[in-house]
């Protein structure tokens, strides 16, 4: 039996950090994982079937990587909280030191204030009684305004203690999260080779863009290899240069091409076709967590297309015309497309409906 390992669960070792203001990540030892075909498959179904279990595990590492930068983008929410917090109460500080220093020099330099003087030079005991009032009022003044300040002073030292602590922890989880990216990147390269190999025993020539081939009898062939390893013989060049679906999905596009072609004088534009592995693999890493994981978008199938030329704005002309068109020749723009993730551009051919027509 063929089995798939995987060493470690994923993201269970975190990397040390030497100190907290160098945040220097080294690729945990503990939390990479290699993937390997312990045996080569000997069928294609086989095949398949492995290629399934991998990149089941690459999502798992992607739900893991995505959890990580919420944590992350919450550390580093309440550092700016913090860190602002931090900022008032150091402006309420510097407007203190005006009255501090207006009652410094009220007791200290203005001469009618000297020491007991005032009090003996009063002509009578009414005027040395309002003298010592005064005193007394201005002593509980300065005591007030120093109070406040004293506590001003130990809410800034507070506050800068309680931000350096989360700065520290928002260095820490970002260092994790590229070991994090760096471990997920090394394992599906590792699957990618694994798998490329596997067909490659099994007789599979694996496509790469702008080649020959083109079999469309081999259709029926199709489910059998896993995303992103279609053999060259599947795959049919479009009239755009360089792009390429799978055989059904190519000829439909190329139909629906024509009648396109007639309403608005030019060829459809397309910004992407089929995506291999490496590829999906490529783009995944460039937006960690936004891209569909490796081996589960339908670029990878051959039967999907990113398009351009107005399309890609929702609700142009072409858009609408492609909406009312498209599944005249087996092309839809699937529902999970006007939404979540919202990508008016992505259009995707619909094997049983183009058997259908
Ligand atoms: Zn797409």
């Not at 992607?62 to 944590?71: C, S, T």
């Not at 005027?127 to 809410?155: F, M, Q, S, Y």
Request: net charge positive; with cysteine.
């Amino acid at each position: 039996m063929t089995s798939l390992t995987v060493s470690a669960p994923y993201g269970t070792a975190a990397p040390a950090l030497a100190d907290t203001t160098t945040a220097k990540v080294r690729t945990a030892s503990a939390g990479e994982s290699v993937l390997t075909l312990d045996k080569e498959p000997t069928t294609l179904t086989e095949l398949r079937r492995e290629a399934q279990k991998a990149y089941k595990s690459i999502e798992d590492a992607n739900r893991a990587l995505v959890a990580r930068q919420k944590k992350f983008g919450t550390v580093e929410k309440a550092l700016a909280a913090k860190l602002e917090s931090l900022q008032q109460a150091t402006a309420e500080l510097n407007k203190m030191r005006k009255p501090l220093s207006d009652l410094a020099s009220s007791m200290y330099q203005d001469p009618s204030l000297d020491g007991l003087s005032p009090f003996f030079r009063a002509g009578n005991g009414t005027e040395t009684l309002r003298r010592i009032a005064d005193l007394d009022h201005i002593v509980a003044g300065r005591n007030n305004v120093l109070g406040d300040a004293v506590k001003l002073l130990e809410r800034q030292q507070r506050l800068a203690e309680e931000a350096q602590e989360l700065r520290a922890a928002s260095l820490l989880q970002e260092a994790q999260l590229s070991a994090q990216v760096a471990a997920l990147r090394k394992r599906s390269s590792s699957l990618v080779r694994s798998l490329t190999k596997a067909l490659i025993k099994l007789g599979v020539k694996i496509s790469s863009k702008g080649a020959g081939g083109c079999d469309p009898t081999r259709i029926g062939q199709a489910e059998q290899y896993p995303n992103g390893l279609l053999p060259q013989t599947i795959l049919c060049p479009l009239p755009q240069a360089g792009e390429e679906l799978r055989a059904d999905a190519a000829i439909a596009f190329a139909d629906l091409n024509i009648a396109y072609k007639k309403r608005f004088g030019t060829s459809m534009c397309i910004s992407d076709s089929y995506r291999s592995l490496s590829e999906q693999q490529s783009i995944y890493y460039r937006r960690p967590g936004f891209a569909a994981t490796p081996g589960k978008s339908n670029h990878g199938l051959g039967l999907a297309v990113d398009l351009c030329g107005g399309v890609q704005n929702f609700r142009s002309v072409q858009f609408n015309w492609l909406e009312a068109n498209s599944k005249r020749y087996g092309w839809i723009h699937p529902d999970w497309s006007y939404h979540s993730p919202f990508e008016p551009w992505h259009w995707e051919y619909d094997p049983q409906l183009g058997a259908k027509l």
